[in-house]
């Protein structure tokens, strides 16, 4: 496999949030979040994909958490985000390389998707045991 390069990876990120930004599903969740000023979030995406395919240890965040402060994704969302990925992927990266990104991403959209539901399920949960005990 070619190694993958800085480069590569800011030109991928730069251009699947080229895509997000248009898109009729993920565009409009994304404004709400980043608004104008998608410069921060690209670096901040560019730093996670360095540390996940070099790990260059650049990134300094916590992705889960960023994603369950939203209102629930739900795995439609996911399928959609992954899509685009796919896509953005096979046009920057060649073959051995835009699989081993869609590999991960697909991971890791596994691995919020789960975690999102299960936060969002204990909130639901709490919420309606509150309920039931005030009724009580």
Request: glycine content about 8%; cysteine-free; overall charge positive.
């Given at each position: 496999m070619p190694p993958v390069t800085e480069s590569q990876i800011a030109e991928l990120v730069d251009n699947f949030y080229g895509k997000i930004r248009t898109d009729p599903v993920l565009g409009p969740i994304f404004a709400s979040v980043i608004g104008?000023?998608?410069?921060?979030?690209?670096?901040?995406?560019?730093?996670?994909?360095?540390?996940?395919?070099?790990?260059?240890?650049?990134?300094?965040?916590?992705?889960?958490?960023a994603h369950m402060n939203l209102p629930q994704l739900k795995w439609e969302q996911f399928d959609r985000w992954l899509k685009l990925w796919r896509e953005t992927t096979a046009e920057v990266c060649g073959e051995p390389v835009a699989s081993l990104f869609v590999q991960k991403a697909e991971t890791i959209a596994?691995?919020?998707?789960?975690?999102?539901?299960?936060?969002?399920d204990s909130l639901s949960d709490s919420a309606h045991g509150e309920q039931t005990f005030q009724a009580g």
């Open positions: 104008e000023d998608w410069g921060p979030h690209l670096a901040k995406m560019r730093a996670f994909w360095s540390t996940v395919i070099l790990a260059s240890r650049t990134y300094k965040g916590n992705p889960m958490m596994g691995r919020f998707l789960h975690a999102i539901s299960a936060y969002h």
